[in-house]
Nanobody
Framework: VQLQASGGGLVQAGGSLRLSCAASGRTFSSYVMGWFRQAPGKEREFVAAISWSGGSTHYADFVKGRFTISRNNAKNTVYLQMKSLKPEDTAVYFC????????????????WGRGTQVTVSS
């Protein structure tokens, strides 16, 4: 599975962005998909994950109520809708695919895409 994230950019605090992650391959619908982020000087951290069917989601506490993960298996794409963005959301955002259960553990993801930069100005 090859993954390509897009949709990042510069936005003011309080604004919104929608990230997309397009996947290659015919088995996309069998993977759990996740979003992670990494800010300068910090470790990569879990943001959100979604089951293969889209019926189960899992979020980091710091994004609950602000971010929504979704997927369209017909388009081999997973999305991260981000609202009420804060300067501390500034990071490179990565999408990843896992053959395991919905998880926030990075080591349980098998495939990673290149990130997309999100910058939130105050």
């Amino acid at each position: 599975v090859q993954l390509q994230a897009s949709g990042g950019g510069l936005v003011q605090a309080g604004g919104s962005l929608r990230l997309s992650c397009a996947a290659s391959g015919r088995t996309f619908s069998s993977y759990v998909m996740g979003w992670f982020r990494q800010a300068p000087g910090k470790e990569r951290e879990f943001v959100a994950a979604i089951s293969w069917s889209g019926g189960s989601t899992h979020y980091a506490d710091f994004v609950k109520g602000r971010f929504t993960i979704s997927r369209n298996n017909a388009k081999n794409t997973v999305y991260l809708q981000m609202k009420s963005l804060k300067p501390e959301d500034t990071a490179v955002y990565f999408c990843a695919a896992s053959r395991m259960v919905v998880t926030g553990t990075a080591s349980q993801y098998d495939y990673w895409g290149r990130g997309t930069q999100v910058t939130v100005s105050s």
